[in-house]
């Protein structure tokens, strides 16, 4: 849009419990950005990014290695992508460095404060006061990742869930899925039902009988645990339990969770396991291999030992350990609007997780919108929101409308748009018309708010 920008980070100046390098958008939890295709929320979502010319989405799959229906990265690829492509932008200029303050308007307008979750104890102090209340809080775990010479495919097979595949007929590894561009095309093709014939699967899957389940349950649920400050008094967020936290809630909540055995058929049993830890490619050599859902916060050496018990991993070396962070969010109703400015400040806009949204996509969608917003205000032009039915749109309304005194961080649902007028029956086709909708909505939208050569200013 022909703005200048400043970035301010503060690594590796000041470092984080979690981060290992100074790389822009490193991925600590997760090299998942969840499911790819249109009747997903997130896969709609990631659409609409890509066709906002989203940097995340571009450096994404240029980098994706393979994961059933679901679009996961090398993250050192994507880290060193997005940092190269930023410190050669000629209108980016990255300063290392904390801000310890919040600055006023004299001293930075627009600002974007997109701290994250581990926004730095100085600055979220600040930002508390900016609020007029303490911040929401819960804990965050990071799965393990295990070096993938080192497990044994005499015990583990090959397979995705159900055989849904991203990959076409020929194509191999990290090559991005062929897309249904247009909205009507989007109900035509029945959008992500299809799958690979073939296909021998993205995911690794270390089968276990009844036995090894119920001694692999008995074995977390007696692991010690690594400390952590105001554990006692902070909650964890539901889409991202350790798997301690489950196995404490039940014999069977493991198995119906992240271990669950559906749509899986062990090719030499011919039957489905009793339970399953799936294992995702964690870069483009192939060779690092994490553990899916697996967040933990029992302490290392627990679980070289309690991770050991899994079929395919007893002498497994692992090239990181699971841990858990503080991830810090601001009450999103009571503090901003659907631009993703804050209501009393309106050169001030928050974003990325610390905005109140969950997930990477998420995060970098907020970051889409706000930066659009900030550029306009510097431009004089008016903020805006995308339509409410679109994911994006929703998103937005979403953080700035739900109820504040019960709020709690979201992803991306086909729950929070709003429903079609006359919705099909089928639960498909009705997610493949929303994103139909969706889609048409956003490039009417993007259409009549551009003029050549600078993206959503009016004409």
């Known amino acids: 849009m ?19 390098t100074d790389q822009l958008a490193e991925l600590v939890c997760s090299n998942s950005f969840r499911g790819d295709k249109l009747d997903n929320a997130v896969g709609l979502l990631k659409e609409e990014m890509r066709r906002l010319g989203s940097l995340v989405m571009r450096v994404a799959d240029e980098v ?20 190269a ?104 093709a029945k959008g992500s039902a299809e799958t690979t014939q073939g296909d021998s699967g993205d995911y690794l899957n270390c089968p276990f009988s009844k036995e090894e389940y119920d001694a692999f349950h008995a074995a977390i649920v007696s692991a010690e645990k690594a400390a952590v400050h105001d554990f006692d008094s902070t909650k964890f967020f539901e889409g991202c339990l350790p798997i301690e936290v489950m196995a404490h809630r039940g014999q069977e909540t493991l198995r119906f969770g992240p271990m669950k055995a559906a749509g899986l058929r062990d090719p030499r049993t011919g039957r489905r396991p009793y339970a399953v830890v799936q294992l995702r490619q964690d870069n483009l050599a192939g060779d690092h291999f994490s553990l899916v859902g697996f967040q933990t916060q029992l302490k290392w050496g627990e679980q070289a030992r ?10 497994a070396e692992f090239v990181r350990f699971g841990m858990i962070h503080r991830n810090t969010y601001i009450n999103g109703p009571t503090v901003l609007t659907e631009t993703w400015q804050t209501r009393t400040r309106p050169d001030l806009f928050f974003a990325g997780q610390v905005s109140g949204v969950e997930g990477y996509v998420e995060s970098a969608a907020s970051g889409l919108v706000a930066g659009r917003n900030a550029a306009r205000l510097v431009q004089g032009l008016s903020t805006v929101a995308p339509p409410r039915t679109t994911a994006i749109g929703a998103l937005g309304y979403y953080v700035s409308h739900a109820d504040a005194r019960h709020y709690e961080p979201s992803n991306i649902t086909f729950g929070i748009i709003p429903p079609l007028a006359e919705p099909p029956r089928s639960k498909q086709e009705r997610q493949l018309a929303t994103s139909a909708r969706a889609l048409a909505a956003l490039d009417a939208w993007v259409e009549s708010m551009t003029i050549p050569g600078v993206i959503f200013s009016d004409a």
């Open 85 to 188: 492509a930023i410190e050669a932008h000629p209108l980016i200029r990255v300063e290392r460095g904390e801000i310890p303050r919040l600055p006023t308007s004299a001293d930075m307008s627009p600002l974007i404060v997109a701290t994250g979750p581990l926004t730095s104890s100085a600055l979220s102090a600040e930002i508390a006061a900016f609020v007029g209340r303490e911040h929401l809080a819960f804990f965050d775990a990071i799965s393990p990742i295990v070096l993938a010479e080192t497990i044994d495919m005499d015990k583990v097979f090959r397979q995705s869930r159900w055989d849904r595949s991203l990959r076409s007929p020929g194509q191999k590894g990290t090559g991005v899925a062929e897309r249904d561009l247009s909205p009507q095309s989007v109900i035509e």
């Open 64 to 83: 994706r290695v393979p994961a059933g229906a679901a679009l996961a990265v090398d993250r050192e690829q994507f880290a060193a992508r997005m940092t």
């Open 306 to 315: 309690v991770l050991k018990m899994i079929p395919g991993l007893e002498h």
């Open 2 to 20: 022909g703005v200048p920008v400043t970035i301010h980070e503060m690594r590796p100046v000041v470092g984080t419990a979690v981060h290992k």
